[in-house]
């Protein structure tokens, strides 16, 4: 432990919410003697979008209220106490930092814009002379270890890929610290998590034909993990099975709790490297990394672009006719376009608030390729309903199948052929499109 006794820190959970592999959380309690936390549930992320849409809509809310829920459990254990509030965060942050007077502030790095302009807020009301750490804590390679200077990163992700691959290593993860924290801290905790209710939504159940209906939070995401790798093997299989359409087991399904940081990148690495020296590596091994790396390259493609990440002409700035059409989004929304495919993969988002990875490029392709929708609304709708709604990856796949983005060829996916080759007997379209349940 830090020998500086009086230190008494504040840790502001983002999207990094999570005991293992967090540098803000271990850094923090390394250097003081006290160690408060806090998670917001922003007011301003539950409100309506410009194209209409909820930020968060209910899927994404309960995994939320789930994760957050294990987070408090998990740092109870540390005798660290996790303030929660439903309210704009540095209102919230102004509160606790009257009560206890910090001596320092930690939290993950962010640099896009609402993330950047609440921290704004925060400083506002922050003691000016006293030290904010900003921590990368999202990445599979850090942005120290990369071998770009941002103005010259690749514009085209094998080039990326090949480089860090060859020339960056990837971190250790450190162990957590012992505390000897007050437990007194834990009692003096009178906030409660927001309820779905007080959030703005009805309760539900999970849909009975969800890809996705495991729980939020760090202990669920190491749970299936290890399921995923070790008792089932299913690792083993990952690049024969990943464009998969239905259960549970076809691709590894950790995105949503890569979202909201219940899980590192660096955890996944570093168990795929154990499993391939407990059994063995092919292919599939591989892939599971190479997606990651592609996650990483989408959170520095956005880094180095900033806002021109939302904006219409993309990172490439170029201009398409793109049309607003209402009726036309509303018909994809609902599954009501004259593609099965298409209304199946949309049918099964509003309804599970998950979609196949084969699904999202089918969609996307359709609602920019063929009706030439503005892809930001698509965008924002995935925003809103998504599980797994990561502002990196989810802009920058976008702007990709758009032709704003990263893909120099534009390409455009023929969705009748698609659903021939992952959906031959045409189970999954059945599925969703005969399905009247909820």
Sequence with gaps: MSSNKNKTSLVWFRNDLRIQDNTSLSKAIL????????????????????????????YRAKFLIETVQDLKTQLQKLNIPLYVYFDNTELCIAKLEKCFNFDALYLQKEWTNEENNILDKVKNIWHKNFPIYELYNQF?????????????????????????????????????????????????????IPTLKELGFANFT???????????????????????FF????????????????????????????????????????????????????????????ELIWRDYFKYVSMQHQSKIFKIGGILEKKYNWHTNSEEVNK?????????????????????????NR?????????????????????????????????????????????????????????KLQADRYDTNGNYQRLWLQNTLF
């Design 31 to 58: 250097e003081s003697n006290t160690v408060i936390a806090i998670y917001c549930f922003d007011k301003r992320q539950f409100k309506t979008d410009k194209f209409g849409f909820k930020k968060t809509e209910r």
């Design 140 to 192: 599979l390679y850090h942005p120290e270890d990369v071998n770009f200077e941002l103005d010259k990163f690749p514009k085209i992700f094998t080039e990326f890929r090949k480089n860090v691959e060859k020339h960056s290593k990837i971190r250790t993860i450190k162990s957590i610290y012992n505390t000897n924290f007050n437990k007194d801290l834990i009692e003096n905790n009178k906030t409660k």
């Design 206 to 228: 999970t849909h009975p034909n969800s890809a996705f209906p495991f729980k939020g939070g760090e202990t669920e995401a190491l749970k299936r993990l290890n399921n995923y």
């Design 231 to 290: 008792e089932t093997k299913k690792l083993g299989f990952y690049k024969k099975t990943r464009n998969g359409l239905i259960g549970t087991n076809f691709s590894s399904k950790f995105s949503p709790w890569l979202a909201n940081g219940s899980l590192s990148a660096k955890t996944i690495y570093w168990k795929v490297k154990e499993f391939e020296t407990l059994y063995f590596k092919n292919q599939s091994t591989y892939w599971l990394i190479f």
């Design 332 to 356: 994809w929304i609902n599954g009501k376009t004259n593609q099965p495919f298409v209304n199946a993969n949309m049918i099964e988002l509003q309804k599970t608030g998950w979609m196949s």
């Design 359 to 415: 699904g999202r490029q089918n969609v996307a392709s359709y609602f920019t390729k063929t009706l030439q929708l503005d892809w930001r609304i698509g965008a924002a709708y995935f925003e809103s309903l998504l599980l797994d709604y990561d502002v990196h990856s989810n802009y920058g796949n976008w702007m990709y199948v758009a032709g704003v983005g990263n893909d120099p060829r534009d390409r455009k996916f023929n969705v």
